[in-house]
């Protein structure tokens, strides 16, 4: 077949006036080479679609069977959607979720009251668009303060967590000054977090379930922080599958299933939990547009695991997609 790649790749330098984490979700060119190096091992013919300004005309001028979208797009909380929109105007087939279900799952507080009104438990939380607006909190501390609609860890820091109205409120400060968004502020989950990949659409499987183990602080007050990541061979140890009493993972996995359809996923996604006190799992977010560097990201982590190599799990995402779409490989 004839498949296009689309992405965006972290850029050389980063212009002063935004954000350290500003490309965080951005693949390295390395990634970008695995995921075509698997797909031209599967017999396909590949090219390339940077998600810039080119990828209109580029997508237009080739000859395309698929699009393998793993674009993050552009500015603002729709951006996740600008690739898949263009291909669906242009009557291009493409791997993974739609333009719609990327633009709920990128905005947490959007998913979250759909996962809550589907009855599948969430932290409390509230927004603001500006530190003066956080004039009082009615639930308990700790909270954690991030983004509205960011992913990656972006905005979030190991001081995201605050056990305090002044903390907070501070928290609340640097992500509307820094990132130009609302804050959300939920309430803090201390238990175990654990993050599952899912794979398929009719029906839907687990492809695996990781907990992720601070290795020099409690858990309760552990935060999966962009300093953690960075550094996560020192600080984390990544543990499949979670050391959890029985009947725990059971309720995460029919969480995660319910999630991944109630948000619209399609053939490839990964969904994170904080545990209660009760081990009850509180929905944290949905990545239906995971990391698929082998060796880093958890998707393939945790496939590795369950005996899916990582060929096997590009050849599983893009059949599910053909499968879905009714596209013959021939």
Known sequence: MRIGLAYNVKPADLPKHLPEDAFEEYDS??????????LASLGHEVRRLPADSRFLDAVREAPLDIVFNIA???GGRCREAHIPAVLEMLGIPYVGSDPLTLSVTLDK???KKLVEHEGFPTPPFRTYSRADEFTSWPLSFPVIVKPAFEG???GVRLSSRACNFEQAREMVRFVTDTYRQDALVETFVPGAEITVGILGNNPPRIAGMMEIVPKSIPQSEFVYSLEVKRDWENQ???RIPPALPEPVPAKIERCALGIYKALGCLDFSRIDFRLDEEGTPQFIECNPLPGLSPGYGDLPIMAESMGVPYLSLI???LSNALIRLGISRT
Request: with cysteine; aromatic share 4%.
């Open 29 to 38: 060119e390395a990634t970008v080479g695995h995921i075509c190096d698997a």
């Open 72 to 74: 993050e797009g552009d």
């Open 109 to 111: 507080p959007i998913a």
């Open 152 to 154: 990656s860890s972006k």
């Open 236 to 238: 984390v140890s990544y």
């Open 315 to 317: 050849e599983e995402i």
